[in-house]
C-alpha cells in the first residue's frame, strides 16, 4: 500500500570543479565537472489531498509563486501521467538561493521522486531524470541520488565514490544569475576536456569563477578571505564559494573566525559545515 505522505530532504550539492568545453547549437554549454552531494539541504513533506489541487506552502514567501521548480515538477509529473490526485507540499529552505548550491534543482528532483511513489506513477529513475531534464541541467544527479562525474550539459553522469571531506561553505549576501554568466561575452567556454585523473591531481578550475570575481565583489572578498586558511573556490556560478577539509572540527575553527559583524562586501554573509556524501537519502525511497 503506497503511503499518504512523504518527509524527504533535499541536498545540496558542491561543483567540485567546472569546466566548460564548448557550445551546442541551440545555445546550451557543454560541461565537464564533479557533484558532490552533501548531508545539508531542504526538507519537503508531501501530503496527499482529497482533491486534485497542487499547493505549495514555502517558509520563503518570496519562493511560493508558480515559477517555483517544485511546482513546476508536480505539473511536470502530472502531465506525463495524467494523475489526477492532489497534493500539498511544504517547503523548509536551507539551501540559499542564487548560490551555485543546486537548491532549486535539488528540491525539484525530490518533488519528482517523491510524487512518482505517492501518485503510484511507476516510473524509472531514469524516466524521472529526464522528466527532470525539462526543469534544469542540474536535475538529473539529484533524481539518481549519488555524487557524479558529469559531462554533456550536465546529464551524463557517472558515479563516483569521492573521499570522506567536511565542507565549510560561504554564500555571500548577492544573487548570482547563471543565465548571464553563461551569457556573456568574457566567459571561456574553450577549455580543453580532462579525465578523472586530471581532477584529482589538482588539474582543474571553476571557469566561471573570474569573471563571477569580476561582476560580484561580494564573492571575490569571500574567496579571499576563505584562502587564507583553506585553498578556496568557487561552485557552479556563484555565489557561494567552499573549501574542503578531513574533519569537522577543522572546518568549524574556520567558520567561528568569520567575525560576528562584517562590512564592506562580507556583510550579511552565510556560512554552513556539511559532510560530503556519496549517495543521497532520496535513495531509500521507492
Known amino acids: 500500500m503506497s503511503p499518504s505522505q512523504l518527509t524527504l530532504s533535499a541536498p545540496a550539492k558542491l561543483n567540485l570543479f567546472l569546466h566548460i568545453t564548448g557550445r551546442r547549437a541551440d545555445g546550451y554549454h557543454l560541461l565537464q ?7 545539508y539541504g531542504d526538507e519537503l513533506a508531501f501530503t496527499l489531498r482529497n482533491d486534485s489541487q497542487i499547493v505549495l506552502h514555502c517558509d520563503n514567501a518570496e519562493l511560493s509563486g508558480a515559477d517555483n521548480l517544485v511546482l513546476r515538477a508536480a505539473h511536470l ?12 507540499i511544504k517547503l523548509q529552505k536551507r539551501i540559499p538561493t542564487g548560490a ?10 525530490t518533488t519528482l521522486v517523491a510524487l512518482n511513489v505517492l501518485w503510484q506513477c511507476g516510473l524509472t529513475r531514469n524516466t524521472l531524470a529526464d522528466l527532470g531534464l525539462r526543469l534544469g541541467a542540474d536535475v538529473p544527479v539529484f533524481v539518481h541520488g549519488q555524487s557524479a ?11 563516483v565514490s569521492l573521499p570522506a571531506r567536511y565542507y565549510l561553505v560561504l554564500s555571500p549576501d548577492c544573487h548570482v544569475s547563471t543565465a548571464m554568466i553563461f551569457s556573456h561575452q568574457q566567459l571561456t567556454r574553450d577549455t580543453r576536456a580532462i579525465k578523472m585523473a586530471a581532477f584529482l591531481a589538482g588539474q582543474s578550475q571553476n571557469d566561471c569563477e573570474l569573471l563571477v570575481r569580476q561582476l560580484y565583489p561580494e564573492v571575490n572578498a569571500a574567496l579571499e578571505w576563505l584562502s587564507q586558511f583553506a585553498p578556496a573556490r568557487m561552485t557552479g556560478t556563484g555565489s557561494s ?15 567561528l573566525k568569520l567575525p560576528a559583524e562584517l562590512d564592506g562586501p562580507l556583510k550579511n554573509i552565510q556560512g554552513f559545515v556539511a559532510r560530503g556524501v556519496n549517495e543521497s537519502a532520496l535513495n531509500s525511497v521507492g
Open 33 to 39: 565537472t564533479v557533484f558532490q552531494l552533501l548531508d
Open 77 to 88: 509529473l502530472r502531465q506525463h501521467t495524467a494523475c489526477s490526485v492532489g497534493v500539498d
Open 100 to 109: 551555485g548550491l543546486g537548491g532549486g534543482s535539488s528540491d525539484a528532483a
Open 149 to 159: 562525474w558529469a559531462e554533456g550539459v550536465g546529464e551524463l553522469l557517472q558515479p
Open 241 to 255: 564559494i567552499f573549501a574542503a577539509f578531513n574533519d569537522e572540527a577543522s572546518a568549524r575553527d574556520v567558520l
